[in-house]
């Protein structure tokens, strides 16, 4: 997934807007990553503050599907994006280098599997609930 300027550029400001609000976030050294649907992507709890606008919840989104990307190949425009958002954000989990991490790869598509045969199996279940008679 290639990253365009507009969109380091929007990222970036974005990130700026909430600059405090991304900073009073702290790592959980406990936490382990899950698979985030609508990013297609791998999310660890401390990574995303609650407080945030339906903007920033996109630039969020759209960080997290980048760097799940990034996994799988190299992306040397994300590289370039996460030195510039530690400078603005550095206390962010999100930016923490580990995950960052290839390895990473295999996490993610085991949670993306479990999460789409989960979702699989609920889908059944309800067209089954349906289709009986009261």
């Given amino acids: 997934m290639p990253v365009t300027a507009a ?5 970036l400001r974005t990130v700026e807007n909430d600059q405090l609000l991304f900073n009073s976030l702290s790592a959980g050294e406990a936490t382990s990553p899950f698979y985030h649907l609508q990013a297609d992507a791998l999310c660890w709890e401390d990574e995303v503050p609650h407080d945030l606008s339906y903007q920033s919840q996109r630039v969020v989104m759209f960080l ?8 799988l190949d190299s992306a040397p425009e994300m590289a370039e994006l996460v030195q510039q958002l530690r400078q603005i954000a550095p206390a ?3 930016l923490r280098p580990d995950r960052f991490d290839k390895q990473w790869q ?4 085991a949670l993306r599997d479990a999460a789409f045969k ?3 199996r ?3 279940q309800r067209k ?3 289709s009986q008679p009261e």
């Fill in 128 to 130: 089954r609930g349906r």
């Fill in 7 to 11: 969109q380091i550029d929007l990222v």
């Fill in 122 to 124: 609920e889908l059944q």
């Fill in 92 to 94: 962010w989990p999100f």
């Fill in 106 to 109: 295999a996490t993610l598509a």
């Fill in 64 to 71: 997290l599907a980048v760097r799940s990307q990034s996994y």
């Fill in 118 to 120: 989960n979702l699989e």
